[in-house]
């Protein structure tokens, strides 16, 4: 019984199914947070998911990218319903779909995400939800589950995703989002006076305990580190990519 | 979890986005959890499925976990416990994924259940007719050695209320396996 283990295949798959939940785009219960976060702060670390707006204004290094191949398609629906699109054209490996509630109610995606409409969302910007899927081999359709008789529509379009590498800067320090490949030496952040840049991760690190917990051995250690830091804001230089050239600011741990 | 604060740096690290963090969560507690889903009676396969799905859930419901002792087992053991007593439902949610990932094609199902454990169809059979709270109670104190305090904080229940409700749970299981005609050690063990 003590060496009963998953099918190592199955494990593996899951752990990478893991990483890559981990680093995909918040799903869409979270997005609304998300950005609320960025408006209320103002500044914020970039990771390679969960930035999406960010990043295809600002074009971090190492963030997905999005290339859509033919013009999207509309559909308005109600209740649950499968909506058939044009063939997809070679090399997609993703769909954008973007679903406005025009009634109240709950509307799914088919990997279970799913967005809850109230009334004060209809007709404002709360309505609209964004949200992309891996495509699948031979995939001609777009399932939305609905509340009965809950009014959408769906703007759809195939599209290639991929990640950007990370750029490497004249000191050979690599810059750009967080992803599933690791951390790179600057990591993306916006600054407090609203500029985007780069911050050193280890600097980042040791002022978000990250550092130290590495050296701790018993909680009473952490609770200790807490304590000693606790309301307290460490403030770290926000550089362009160079890694020397400040440009901001930003504050961990206020 | 004898390495709770490894794993809170982890966790930590997780929340943040860390992936390698979360993988680590996963490997420290993949075997664990999956040999809990194959005790509960779930087929080799199932196991597999209750066991990806309960890391899915640690993801997907990350911002509501509960640690206990510095560590995310328990909510997970008690989370597999569910979806392992009410599969059908809760698989749902990850089924595409579920049947989209590889698995050893070569390996005899029949192969499988022989390296694992002894079905406990009737524990599975009188578990599920529990209140899941009890379910999961009794699971994690007698199967998996829990500390009733610590079950009941992840619960969410009073350790005086998990007490009583551990004692009613233990007699009525052990009536109903009396009643199946089970007498195997796990059973005894359940039932003390």
Redesign the interface.
Known sequence: ??D????????H???E???H???KPS?IRHRRRWIGLGIVVGFGVL????TAIAASIWGVPGTPQQTTLIPPEHFTETGTATVVLSAAPAHTNDVQLSLVCLSPGSFTF???ASVECGPSDIGASSAVSTYDLPAKPGQTSVTITASPGAHWSLTAGWTIKTTTPWGTNGRGQTYGA?N?N??PDLIAAVATNGKTGYVFAKQLADADG?TA??H????AQ?LAWQKVHAGKTTVIPVYESDGTTQIGVFNVGS | MEDGWEELSDWSRALKRDPRAFARIFDRHEGRVFRHSLNLGASFHDAEDVTAASFFELWRRRDKVRIVEGSTLPWLLVTATNISLNSRRSLRRYRTVLDRLPRTTDIDENVRLGSSIDKNEDLYRSLKQLNPTDGSLLVLTAVDGVAINDAARLLGISDGAARVRLHRARKRLQNQLDRSGDTRPHAEGVGR
Do not use: N
Not at chain 1, 4 to 11: E, G, H, L, Q, Y
Not at chain 1, 47 to 50: T, Y
């Open positions: 019984m003590t009963t283990k998953m099918d190592r295949v199955f494990a798959a899951v752990r199914e893991l990483i939940g981990v680093t799903r990771a390679g998911g969960g088919s990997d279970g967080q599933s690791g951390t990250d917990a590495q701790f051995t018993s909680p952490a």
